[in-house]
């Protein structure tokens, strides 16, 4: 691959990036993937190498028509093509996730914190990859879950039974949305199941694990339960405030209210990259596709001592975080056109 010699504002060039419109359409998804199921297999697949612009481009036209493209659902469903080489993104975090769906593992010498639990066949091969990094996922002491969508909490139930000293721990409104979610998918060919309630978690509430100290913010939007979590990620020693935004997409939209909540917490995050005391600078991201993470990876790989951390990105994040704002601000005007009055 040819890498830039410079690390980009982006890692994607404009004409690339995915939109905040094409960002995330997938809570449809569940029942979409049944319907893509077994089609044609001989065909070329969406992309080898987990290239975020078709994916994106992809999930749009899934988003825009509300059906899955038949491309898009054999790549999902591919363990082969999902599968990302589990590396190291930080001194103490891993991106231990699939292709299309992210897991974070922030580690500490006295326990780690895993951010989602994926899903499905991907959920075993997840805790492969932390042993391939040299962790033990028994040392797990805290899933967080972001929301109660299947790719993000669907994993729960597998994780629960190998790792049976983890808490598990959602939002109240994210345990409730995950328990439904399950519930809804009872009879479809894809079904989960979901774990009881265990950790509850609230806004502002900070856990320490070891010396891994993890914020959580209510960010009601993507679903009402949906949290987002703050950390520090280091660098050759260099402390960097790293924050995972929950839920991404519009894609489980009810009603303007729940729109009108995304652009608010859209906001609030953007609010913590300019925090003069401690700004977040690093976004890692729950969906590799929505920020080129996938393609930033790859310049980590090519870092050369003294050259800038890829992820550390403050302005990308704020100029991703206006695009989800713009995006949002548009289906608004759409949602509110539907109320009826
Ligand atoms: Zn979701």
């Known amino acids: 691959m040819n890498l830039p010699a410079r690390r980009p504002r982006h890692p994607l060039p404009p004409a690339q990036r995915p939109s905040a419109r094409s960002t995330l359409k997938m809570a449809a998804l569940a029942g979409a993937l049944?319907?893509?199921?077994?089609?044609?297999?001989?065909?070329?697949?969406?992309?080898?190498?987990?290239?975020?612009?078709?994916?994106a481009a992809l999930f749009k036209v899934f988003g825009?028509?509300?059906?899955?493209?038949?491309?898009?659902?054999?790549?999902?469903?591919?363990?082969?093509?999902?599968?990302?080489?589990?590396?190291?993104?930080?001194?103490?975090?891993?991106y231990v996730g699939i292709c299309w769906v992210s897991a974070w593992l922030i580690t500490s010498p006295s326990g780690h914190v895993l951010i989602d639990a994926l899903y499905g066949p991907y959920?075993?091969?997840?805790?492969?990859?932390?042993?391939?990094?040299?962790?033990?996922?028994?040392?797990?002491?805290?899933?967080?879950?972001?929301?109660?969508?299947?790719?993000?909490?669907?994993?729960a139930v597998t994780l629960k039974a190998a790792l049976p000293g983890a808490r598990f721990a959602m939002t109240a409104e994210g345990?409730?949305?995950?328990?439904?979610?399950?519930?809804?998918?009872?009879?479809?060919?894809?079904?989960?199941?979901?774990?009881?309630?265990?950790?509850?978690?609230?806004?502002?509430?900070v856990l320490q694990v070891g010396d891994i100290r993890l914020q959580t913010f209510e960010t009601p939007g993507h679903t009402m339960g949906t949290a987002s979590f703050s950390f520090d990620a280091f660098d050759g020693g260099r402390r960097h405030r790293a924050f995972t935004v929950g839920g991404l997409g519009l894609n489980a939209i009810k009603g303007p209210e729940q729109v009108e909540a995304f652009?608010?917490?859209?906001?609030?995050?953007?609010?913590?990259?300019?925090?003069?005391?401690?700004?977040?600078?690093?976004?890692?991201?729950?969906?590799?596709?929505?920020?080129?993470?996938?393609?930033?990876?790859?310049?980590?790989?090519?870092?050369?001592?003294?050259?800038?951390?890829?992820?550390?990105?403050?302005?990308?994040?704020?100029?991703?975080?206006?695009?989800?704002?713009?995006?949002?601000?548009?289906?608004l005007v759409a949602e509110r056109a539907k109320k009826p009055n």
């Not at 509300?66 to 590396?87: H, N, T």
């Not at 932390?130 to 669907?154: E, N």
């Not at 409730?176 to 979610?181: I, M, T």
Request: proline share 7%; net charge negative.
């Open 34 to 55: 049944a319907g893509a199921a077994g089609q044609a297999a001989a065909q070329d697949p969406l992309t080898t190498r987990c290239e975020s612009a078709p994916i």
């Open 175 to 205: 345990w409730r949305e995950a328990a439904e979610s399950a519930a809804e998918s009872a009879s479809r060919p894809n079904r989960w199941t979901m774990i009881d309630k265990d950790m509850v978690l609230t806004d502002g509430q």
């Open 64 to 94: 825009d028509t509300g059906r899955m493209p038949p491309d898009l659902g054999r790549f999902l469903q591919s363990a082969a093509l999902q599968k990302i080489e589990p590396y190291k993104a930080f001194d103490n975090v891993y």
């Open 263 to 331: 652009i608010a917490s859209i906001k609030r995050i953007r609010t913590l990259t300019e925090d003069p005391k401690d700004p977040v600078t690093t976004h890692l991201t729950t969906h590799a596709f929505s920020n080129g993470l996938t393609e930033a990876k790859e310049l980590l790989k090519a870092r050369k001592p003294g050259d800038a951390h890829p992820l550390v990105d403050p302005r990308g994040f704020r100029e991703q975080l206006d695009a989800l704002q713009a995006g949002a601000e548009q289906r």
């Open 123 to 155: 959920t075993e091969p997840m805790l492969d990859n932390i042993r391939k990094l040299g962790f033990d996922p028994k040392d797990i002491r805290q899933v967080m879950m972001t929301h109660g969508h299947f790719d993000h909490a669907g994993g």
